[in-house]
């Protein structure tokens, strides 16, 4: 059974900070993992999807690496804004199935 | 535009009662979800179809009963409801599975039982 772990729950930092956000899962038979955002009282926003064939994905501020050996991925944002204040969560597929397990989330809240 | 659309926002009732949350998407997708966020924020699917055709459902109460009347909708009907079943209620679509495809979600449903 997957389990998705996300390390901190909670996160503050100035603004213009670089900042690293953990997850890790049980299951590393997976094919891909995606990082979503969710603002208070809004649905998710899929932010990266990295492939289990890929070790990075970009896009703009974040980058997501994926290392499937140790069951880890991060997503890294950098020089950090007031606008990133939200919740991330991390989501990998359930023994190759379908099902997308998601962690609790790190709330992030970026001070200015 | 383009979008996962869910309604109602937000719905109150007592329990016992029996509700339905409706979810449409216009982005060609073939498969729709629904997931429960419950109130400590743990998101879990509950049913997916894709081209109508159910393909996951959790070990969710059988009060809850999806509909999916063309792949574009995807509706949540609850029955006799209960306290526990207050959350918030998401749907969210894919083209061709989570496999190697986005989800998008809708902004979700809150649904609060008294």
């Known amino acids: 059974k997957q389990e998705v772990t996300q390390i901190p729950a909670a996160l503050s930092v100035p603004e213009g900070e670089n900042l690293v956000l953990n997850c890790s899962f049980t299951d590393s038979a997976i094919y891909n993992l995606q990082w979503f955002r969710q603002d208070p009282g809004k649905g998710l926003t899929s932010l990266l999807l990295i492939q289990s064939s890929q070790r990075e994905q970009t896009s703009g501020r974040l980058n997501a690496s994926l290392d499937k050996s140790s069951g880890r991925s991060t997503l890294y944002i950098a020089a950090s804004q007031p606008g990133d204040s939200a919740t991330y969560l991390c989501?990998?597929?359930?023994?190759?199935?379908?099902?997308?397990?998601f962690g609790k989330g790190t709330k992030l809240t970026v001070n200015p | 535009d383009t979008a996962v659309s869910q309604t109602p926002k937000y719905l109150v009732t007592q329990m016992g009662n029996d509700k339905s949350i409706k979810c449409e998407q216009n982005?060609?997708?073939?498969?729709m979800y629904w997931y429960k966020q419950d109130s400590k924020k743990f998101l879990k699917i509950m049913f997916s179809y894709n081209n109508k055709e159910l393909i996951i459902n959790e070990t969710v109460p059988n009060r809850f009963s999806p509909k999916s009347p063309d792949k574009a909708h995807l509706n949540l009907h609850i029955n006799s409801l209960e306290l526990g079943d207050s959350a918030v209620y998401f749907c969210a679509s894919s083209n061709g599975g989570t496999g190697a495809n986005v989800l998008t979600f809708g902004a979700g449903s809150r649904l609060t039982v008294l």
């Open positions: 989501a990998a597929p359930q023994g190759g199935s379908e099902k997308l397990v």
């Open positions: 982005l060609g997708h073939d498969t």
